[in-house]
C-alpha cells in the first residue's frame, strides 16, 4: 500500500464506525491508530458508555478474525491460551487453542479477573505468541489486544499487573457523551436501529487482514527527524525525574510513542513527523505508565495532569 492511501483508509475505517458509534472521536482514532501501529489498547471508563460495541463495530470493518472474552473472576489462564486434552483415539494430547488464537482480541472487563489470569497475557502481548506445554505457538498477523476495564474505583476490580499495563501501546479514557451526541445516540433507536443488531447500520467491511498489514509496512516511510527522537527521549526522561512521580515511563514508552507518531502523521496525509503530533500522542502513551506518589494522589493530582506540566517543562524542536 501507497502511504498516500493510509489517510483514505484512516477517514473511510472512521466514516463506518461513525454509523454506529456516536461521538468519542478521540477514542475511535486512538483505537484504529493502534490497529494501524499493531498495538494494543487498554480502554477505561464506566460501563453503558460503548467501550465494547466499539470493537463489535471495529471487528466488522475489518475483516478478520476477532474473538471476545467476558474476564470474571472464576476465569482461568487456559481458557484465553487453551490446553492440551488425551485423544483417546488417537492415542495422544490435542492442543485445544483459546480465543487468544485471533487477529483482534477483546478482553472485556480485563480487570474483573485476578492477576493471574491477567499476566496470561503478558507472552500473547509482546511476543505474539503462546506457550502451553512448552510447546511455542505463534499467533497470525495483524495482532492486538483491546481491553475494556471499569474505574479500579469500582467494586469487584483488581488492578493490572504493571509488567501488564506496560505491554499496551495506549491507555484510552472514555467520557460521557455530550448532549447532542446524547440526543443523536436516542436518535438511532426512534428510527430503528438497535446497536445490538449491527446490521441495522448498513455497516460494510473495507479493509482486509492483508490491508492492515500493508498500512503497518507503509508507514514504516514516515519520515522521523533526529530532533522528534531527541524530544521523545526528553520527554520520558523528564517523566521519570518528575517530582509527583515515583516510578516513571519505561523504555517501551519511548518506542510506542515514535511507532504510534508515524501512523498518526501518515493518518493526516503526512511522510513526516512534527512536534504536534508527539504532544498529541502523549497522554495516551503515558497516563498509564506514570505511578504517582501518594501525597501527589491526595491533593487530587491526575496522570493527565502530570502530563501536561512535563509536556510545557519540555522545550519541543523548532521546525
Not at 41 to 68: A, H, M, Q, W, Y
Not at 212 to 217: K, L, Y
Not at 247 to 272: E, K
Amino acid at each position: 500500500m501507497e502511504l498516500s492511501n493510509v489517510a483514505q483508509a484512516f477517514d473511510a475505517a472512521i466514516e463506518q464506525i461513525g454509523k454506529v458509534v456516536v461521538g468519542q472521536l478521540e477514542l475511535v482514532e486512538g483505537v484504529l491508530i493502534a490497529l494501524f501501529s499493531e498495538g494494543s489498547v487498554l480502554i477505561e471508563g464506566p460501563p453503558g458508555l460503548g467501550k465494547t460495541l466499539l470493537v463489535n463495530v471495529l471487528s466488522k470493518t475489518v475483516t478478520c478474525d476477532f474473538n471476545r472474552v467476558q474476564f470474571t473472576p472464576d476465569l482461568m489462564p487456559s481458557d484465553l491460551t487453551g490446553h492440551s486434552i488425551y485423544d483417546m483415539k488417537e492415542q495422544q494430547f490435542r492442543f485445544n487453542r483459546g480465543p487468544a488464537f485471533t487477529n483482534i482480541l477483546l478482553a472485556d472487563e480485563i480487570n474483573r479477573s485476578p492477576p493471574k489470569t491477567q499476566a496470561s497475557l503478558l507472552e500473547v502481548m509482546q511476543e505474539r505468541q503462546i506457550t502451553v506445554d512448552g510447546i511455542t505457538h505463534g499467533l497470525d498477523r495483524p495482532f492486538l489486544v483491546i481491553a475494556t476495564q471499569n474505574p479500579i474505583e469500582h467494586e469487584g476490580t483488581y488492578p493490572l499487573p504493571e509488567a501488564q499495563v506496560d505491554r499496551f501501546m495506549f491507555k484510552l479514557l472514555v467520557d460521557y457523551p455530550s448532549v447532542a451526541d446524547e440526543v443523536d445516540i436516542l436518535r438511532h433507536y426512534t428510527a430503528g436501529r438497535d446497536p445490538r443488531n449491527l446490521q441495522d447500520f448498513g455497516l460494510e467491511s473495507i479493509l482486509r487482514a492483508e490491508d492492515v498489514i500493508a498500512i503497518q509496512q507503509a508507514v514504516k516511510q514516515v519520515i522521523v527527524e533526529e530532533k522528534i527522537l531527541k524530544y521523545i527521549v526528553d520527554i520520558v526522561a523528564a517523566a521519570r525525574t518528575w517530582g509527583a512521580v515515583t516510578v516513571g515511563p519505561s523504555p517501551r514508552a519511548g518506542v510506542n510513542m515514535l511507532i504510534a507518531a508515524r501512523t498518526l502523521a501518515a493518518c493526516r496525509s503526512r511522510d513526516f513527523v512534527t512536534p504536534d503530533d508527539i504532544k498529541e500522542l502523549a497522554p495516551w502513551v503515558l497516563r498509564h505508565r506514570l505511578r504517582l506518589r501518594p501525597e501527589a494522589e491526595i491533593e487530587g493530582t491526575t496522570p493527565d495532569e502530570t502530563i501536561r506540566q512535563i509536556m510545557d517543562s519540555v522545550e519541543a524542536p523548532r521546525s
